[in-house]
Protein backbone atom coordinates (compact mmCIF):
# COMPACT_ATOMS: atom_id res chain seq x y z
CA UNK A 1 0.00 0.00 0.00
CA UNK A 2 1.73 3.66 -0.73
CA UNK A 3 0.93 5.03 2.17
CA UNK A 4 1.59 2.02 4.63
CA UNK A 5 4.50 2.97 7.08
CA UNK A 6 5.18 -0.38 7.12
CA UNK A 7 5.95 -0.69 3.03
CA UNK A 8 9.06 -3.05 2.20
CA UNK A 9 11.71 -1.10 1.16
CA UNK A 10 14.73 -3.22 0.88
CA UNK A 11 13.44 -6.44 -0.66
CA UNK A 12 15.81 -8.56 0.97
CA UNK A 13 16.34 -6.92 4.72
CA UNK A 14 15.41 -9.21 7.67
CA UNK A 15 11.36 -8.35 8.30
CA UNK A 16 9.45 -9.00 11.26
CA UNK A 17 6.01 -9.78 9.51
CA UNK A 18 2.29 -10.08 11.08
CA UNK A 19 -0.19 -11.56 8.41
CA UNK A 20 -3.31 -10.85 9.22
CA UNK A 21 -6.72 -12.35 8.58
CA UNK A 22 -9.56 -9.62 7.97
CA UNK A 23 -11.52 -8.66 10.51
CA UNK A 24 -9.31 -10.82 12.77
CA UNK A 25 -11.21 -13.56 11.61
CA UNK A 26 -9.87 -17.17 14.11
CA UNK A 27 -9.60 -18.46 11.16
CA UNK A 28 -6.61 -21.19 12.40
CA UNK A 29 -8.43 -22.97 14.89
CA UNK A 30 -8.21 -26.22 12.95
CA UNK A 31 -4.93 -28.38 12.29
CA UNK A 32 -5.87 -28.58 8.71
CA UNK A 33 -5.67 -24.69 7.86
CA UNK A 34 -2.22 -24.07 10.19
CA UNK A 35 -0.68 -27.46 8.43
CA UNK A 36 -1.80 -25.30 4.94
CA UNK A 37 0.53 -22.83 6.34
CA UNK A 38 3.19 -24.77 7.32
CA UNK A 39 3.07 -26.84 4.01
CA UNK A 40 3.53 -23.35 1.86
CA UNK A 41 6.42 -22.40 4.64
CA UNK A 42 8.13 -25.20 3.93
CA UNK A 43 7.59 -25.11 0.11
CA UNK A 44 8.91 -21.16 -0.07
CA UNK A 45 11.80 -22.39 1.80
CA UNK A 46 12.98 -24.84 -0.76
CA UNK A 47 11.63 -22.72 -3.85
CA UNK A 48 11.28 -19.15 -3.05
CA UNK A 49 14.27 -18.00 -1.61
CA UNK A 50 12.69 -17.94 2.19
CA UNK A 51 15.39 -17.67 4.81
CA UNK A 52 13.04 -18.03 7.97
CA UNK A 53 14.54 -16.89 11.11
CA UNK A 54 11.35 -17.33 13.46
CA UNK A 55 7.40 -18.18 13.07
CA UNK A 56 3.88 -18.65 14.79
CA UNK A 57 0.85 -19.66 13.73
CA UNK A 58 -2.14 -17.63 16.32
CA UNK A 59 -5.94 -17.76 15.56
CA UNK A 60 -6.17 -14.97 13.50
CA UNK A 61 -2.46 -13.89 12.38
CA UNK A 62 1.24 -15.34 11.76
CA UNK A 63 4.71 -14.10 12.97
CA UNK A 64 7.62 -14.45 11.11
CA UNK A 65 11.14 -13.41 11.23
CA UNK A 66 12.52 -13.35 7.86
CA UNK A 67 14.40 -12.51 4.51
CA UNK A 68 14.55 -13.48 1.01
CA UNK A 69 17.70 -13.85 -0.67
CA UNK A 70 18.29 -12.68 -4.49
CA UNK A 71 16.65 -13.06 -7.04
CA UNK A 72 13.97 -13.32 -5.11
CA UNK A 73 11.49 -10.42 -3.24
CA UNK A 74 9.97 -10.36 0.07
CA UNK A 75 6.68 -8.83 -1.79
CA UNK A 76 6.65 -11.57 -4.15
CA UNK A 77 6.98 -14.13 -1.90
CA UNK A 78 3.98 -12.50 0.28
CA UNK A 79 2.01 -12.14 -2.97
CA UNK A 80 2.19 -15.61 -4.09
CA UNK A 81 1.88 -16.86 0.07
CA UNK A 82 -0.86 -14.71 0.73
CA UNK A 83 -2.82 -16.24 -2.75
CA UNK A 84 -1.26 -19.83 -2.50
CA UNK A 85 -2.61 -20.23 1.22
CA UNK A 86 -5.95 -18.46 0.82
CA UNK A 87 -7.25 -20.55 -2.18
CA UNK A 88 -5.90 -23.95 -0.61
CA UNK A 89 -7.97 -22.82 2.70
CA UNK A 90 -11.07 -21.96 1.12
CA UNK A 91 -10.84 -25.43 -1.01
CA UNK A 92 -10.57 -26.93 2.28
CA UNK A 93 -13.19 -25.38 3.70
CA UNK A 94 -15.07 -27.63 1.79
CA UNK A 95 -13.34 -30.88 2.98
CA UNK A 96 -13.51 -30.56 6.82
CA UNK A 97 -16.90 -30.47 8.43
CA UNK A 98 -16.17 -26.14 8.89
CA UNK A 99 -19.42 -25.59 11.37
CA UNK A 100 -18.56 -21.78 10.30
CA UNK A 101 -18.13 -22.23 6.11
CA UNK A 102 -21.33 -20.38 5.32
CA UNK A 103 -20.55 -17.21 7.99
CA UNK A 104 -16.82 -17.44 6.69
CA UNK A 105 -17.26 -17.81 2.77
CA UNK A 106 -19.34 -14.97 3.14
CA UNK A 107 -17.18 -12.69 5.34
CA UNK A 108 -14.49 -13.69 3.03
CA UNK A 109 -16.44 -12.91 -0.14
CA UNK A 110 -17.80 -9.69 0.91
CA UNK A 111 -14.25 -8.55 1.39
CA UNK A 112 -13.41 -9.17 -1.75
CA UNK A 113 -16.15 -7.45 -3.43
CA UNK A 114 -15.79 -4.94 -0.88
CA UNK A 115 -12.13 -4.02 -1.87
CA UNK A 116 -11.78 -5.37 -5.29
CA UNK A 117 -8.53 -6.80 -4.34
CA UNK A 118 -9.16 -10.45 -5.25
CA UNK A 119 -11.87 -12.10 -7.24
CA UNK A 120 -13.84 -14.33 -4.68
CA UNK A 121 -12.71 -14.53 -1.77
CA UNK A 122 -10.03 -12.19 0.35
CA UNK A 123 -8.66 -13.86 3.45
CA UNK A 124 -5.46 -12.26 4.59
CA UNK A 125 -5.63 -8.46 4.88
CA UNK A 126 -3.39 -6.40 2.81
CA UNK A 127 -1.11 -4.84 4.95
CA UNK A 128 1.87 -7.13 6.55
CA UNK A 129 3.07 -4.69 9.53
CA UNK A 130 6.43 -5.05 7.96
CA UNK A 131 9.44 -3.99 10.47
CA UNK A 132 12.61 -4.12 8.74
CA UNK A 133 15.27 -5.76 11.04
CA UNK A 134 18.62 -4.49 9.27
CA UNK A 135 17.81 -1.11 8.49
CA UNK A 136 16.24 0.02 11.99
CA UNK A 137 17.51 -0.36 15.55
CA UNK A 138 15.08 -2.48 16.03
CA UNK A 139 16.52 -5.68 18.16
CA UNK A 140 15.57 -9.07 16.35
CA UNK A 141 16.02 -11.33 19.39
CA UNK A 142 13.78 -9.33 21.15
CA UNK A 143 11.26 -10.09 18.11
CA UNK A 144 11.59 -13.26 18.03
CA UNK A 145 11.14 -13.77 21.72
CA UNK A 146 8.08 -11.40 21.54
CA UNK A 147 6.68 -13.81 18.52
CA UNK A 148 7.64 -17.27 20.98
CA UNK A 149 5.77 -15.97 23.70
CA UNK A 150 1.95 -15.39 21.90
CA UNK A 151 1.04 -18.65 22.56
CA UNK A 152 2.07 -18.40 25.98
CA UNK A 153 0.12 -15.04 26.78
CA UNK A 154 -2.89 -16.67 24.73
CA UNK A 155 -2.94 -19.46 27.48
CA UNK A 156 -2.32 -22.51 25.02
CA UNK A 157 0.75 -23.33 26.48
CA UNK A 158 3.12 -23.33 29.61
CA UNK A 159 6.15 -23.09 27.64
CA UNK A 160 7.42 -21.24 23.75
CA UNK A 161 8.61 -24.57 22.72
CA UNK A 162 5.74 -26.83 23.78
CA UNK A 163 3.33 -25.09 20.97
CA UNK A 164 4.07 -27.15 17.62
CA UNK A 165 3.26 -24.35 15.49
CA UNK A 166 6.01 -22.29 15.94
CA UNK A 167 9.63 -22.11 16.15
CA UNK A 168 10.45 -22.15 19.27
CA UNK A 169 10.88 -25.76 20.01
CA UNK A 170 13.82 -25.03 17.48
CA UNK A 171 15.24 -22.51 19.75
CA UNK A 172 15.02 -25.28 22.52
CA UNK A 173 16.92 -27.65 20.42
CA UNK A 174 14.38 -29.87 19.32
CA UNK A 175 13.00 -30.04 15.20
CA UNK A 176 10.18 -27.71 14.38
CA UNK A 177 7.75 -28.12 11.45
CA UNK A 178 9.40 -26.11 9.63
CA UNK A 179 13.54 -25.30 8.80
CA UNK A 180 14.70 -22.46 10.17
CA UNK A 181 18.14 -20.72 10.82
CA UNK A 182 18.41 -20.21 14.41
CA UNK A 183 20.40 -17.41 15.74
Known amino acids: ?24 IDIFTRVEY ?36 PPHRMSDFLRDFKKFTSKKIIEEMAQVHESRREWLLDKFSFEARRTGRAMYYKLWKDDNHAL ?36 ARDYSGSQGLVPIVVI
Open 132 to 167: DLDNHAIDIIQKIDYLHENPVRAGWVEYPDHYLYGS
Open 1 to 24: MSGDQYRIKDQHACHFLTLTVIHW
Open 34 to 69: KDIIVDSLNHCIKAKGLELYAWVIMTNHIHLVARTN
